[in-house]
């Protein structure tokens, strides 16, 4: 059974930074393509980043340049980091695994429980 467990999540002041983390299993993490995906009440869940195994990366056009994804395949975890924070930043924020980047974030990806961010004016 795959697990995800994210952490780092917290409450900052608009401009400021925050760094999420995800740890995975060690079979999940090193293959398959990863990625943070987040929801705020009342609005869908949307992608912030993808990672494949290879390390390309993928973003949300909205965050290019504020946040970036890393994994760190010795320590069998991902990274978010999110600098610049503003106040529609704030969700709840999920990291997924899936064997392929075009699948990762479907229902059928794995998920772990996920890591609220909040950010105040």
């Known amino acids: 059974q795959v697990q995800l467990v994210e952490s780092g999540g917290g409450s900052v002041q608009a401009g400021g930074s925050l760094r999420l983390s995800c740890v995975a299993s060690?079979?999940?993490?090193?293959?398959?393509?990863m990625g943070w995906f987040r929801q705020a009440p009342g609005k869908e869940r949307e992608r912030v980043a993808l990672?494949?195994?290879?390390?390309?990366?993928r973003y949300a056009d909205s965050l290019k340049g504020r946040f970036t994804i890393s994994r760190d395949n010795d320590k069998n975890t991902l990274y978010l980091q999110m600098n610049s924070l503003k106040p529609e930043d704030t969700a709840m924020y999920y990291c997924?695994?899936?064997?392929?980047?075009?699948?990762?974030?479907?229902?059928?990806?794995?998920w772990g429980q996920g890591t609220q961010v909040t950010v105040s004016s």
């Open positions: 997924a695994a899936d064997s392929d980047c075009y699948v990762v974030g479907d229902p059928g990806s794995y």
């Open positions: 990672i494949d195994s290879d390390g390309r990366t």
């Open positions: 060690e079979y999940t993490h090193n293959t398959y393509c």
